[in-house]
């Protein structure tokens, strides 16, 4: 076997191993062994290997003001800890996917590894759904929150994949799995009973839509299909709303709060004090580290407000206002590569563009009113994001049909 076919092999179980909870020992062997197999490929480096993803300098600067948070936070070696895993594993993370996606067979690798993934992890899902929602928070699925970020993530490469394969005049057999793929993450996603998922669902439909009706020559763009796109929109909107408050409606039957009573709004006016503290240096790198002050503040209320349930807001919490410079110019540098990649002709890099605007949008909208772009979840979004850069930078053969979507 070849070594970079090794090293694509290793990054696409890891992260298909993000997906479940309760893998964090295979998750770091699987991590470790990537980037063994990643610096060996860069010694003796195929052609045309780029070694660093074209985001690297802002994730860089982001992650020194992180460390450099341990000179002034309440809490250092907490901060350490986290910044090791937010940091520098989310970092290696997207190193290792970006070197293994590179590899010669890595179209074939990581779909099939991460599809197959996904499907067992929404199968379980459906099966704890169903034995309860006690058990349903412990399964392997890793819970409502970590399995919702990880649709959010994936569901707009499995899209644009179902896209593509018409485009590009893939078996009938091979659309049908793909959808169905689709179709049994929607199912699964109802299961997480979270909100903010269809929010993020219907962010992610729109922002793919708005790009492929882009791809459309001017002069086909009639008044027509710009009908017909704007009420595929307002359709998904309105489903994806309809959800939403069926899902409200089951919440509060098993004792949720409305959404005008939601306990964040008590919350945030709180957050925004703190952060006026210290508006600069923010407290210190690491989600939580005033949870002592905020359990206290809020126990009688709510005992899951340890943590700012917002990133940006939780961005100037931790750093102050150079993090959260820093964030979202790591953020823009996502959305330009996304939308360089989603200009080009080729459709099959268009996609992994699209895909990428996509995915950012989706996570944006799922972490408004938490902050769950931690841990696995972490992992494997700067994993997508590092196979999507690569994959948008391959010499791909153009799609057999010639129209543009």
């Not at 989310?90 to 293994?100: D, K």
């Not at 929607?186 to 669902?201: E, K, P, Q």
């Amino acid at each position: 076997m070849r070594l970079d076919t090794a090293a694509a092999w290793v990054a696409a179980l890891f992260l298909a191993s993000c997906l479940f909870g309760g893998t964090v020992s295979l998750r770091l062997l699987l991590l470790g062994t990537a980037l063994v197999l990643a610096a060996a490929v860069t010694f003796r480096p195929p052609e045309k290997l780029a070694l660093l993803p074209p985001i690297w300098l802002p994730f860089v600067l982001w992650g020194a003001w992180a460390l450099a948070s341990l000179a002034w936070s309440v809490e250092p070696e907490r901060s350490l800890k986290e910044w090791r895993n937010e940091v520098f594993y989310t970092g290696a993370a997207l190193w290792v996917c970006y070197v293994g996606a590179q590899a010669l067979h890595a179209v074939r690798i990581f779909p099939y590894v991460v599809a197959a993934a996904v499907a067992a992890a929404c199968s379980t899902a459906l099966y704890e759904f169903a034995h309860g929602l006690k058990r349903y928070a412990e399964g392997w699925h890793g819970g409502p929150g970590d399995h919702s970020s990880a649709l959010l993530t994936l569901m707009p490469c499995v899209a644009i994949a179902g896209w593509y394969a018409s485009r590009a005049g893939w078996p009938r057999s091979a659309g049908f799995a793909i959808w169905s793929l689709a179709a049994l993450m929607t199912v699964s996603a109802y299961t997480t009973l979270n909100r903010t998922l269809w929010l993020g669902f219907a962010a992610e439909f729109v922002v793919l839509g708005a790009l492929l009706l882009a791809r459309v020559p001017r002069v086909l763009r009639s008044a027509r299909v710009r009908l017909a796109a704007g009420a595929i929109a307002l359709a998904v909107i309105v489903g994806c709303g309809a959800v939403l408050i069926s899902i409200q409606t089951e919440r509060v039957r098993v004792g949720a709060k409305a959404f005008e009573r939601d306990h964040r709004l008590v919350l945030w006016p709180e957050i925004v004090g703190y952060i006026e503290a210290r508006p600069l240096t923010g407290h210190g790198f690491g989600r939580g580290l005033l949870r002592d002050d905020l359990q206290q503040r809020f126990r009688q209320i709510d005992e899951n407000l340890w943590h700012a349930h917002n990133m940006f807001l939780e961005a100037l919490l931790q750093l102050g206002a150079p993090g959260l410079v820093l964030l979202l110019i790591l953020l823009g540098a996502i959305v330009r590569e996304g939308w360089r990649a989603a200009r080009q002709a080729n459709e099959a890099a268009a996609g992994c563009g699209m895909a990428l605007l996509g995915v950012l949008a989706g996570v944006l909208a799922r972490n408004m009113t938490d902050s769950l772009l931690v841990r696995q979840n972490a992992l494997l979004f700067w994993g997508v994001v590092g196979v999507l850069l690569a994959f948008s930078a391959r010499p791909w053969p153009q799609a057999s049909k010639s129209a543009p979507v």
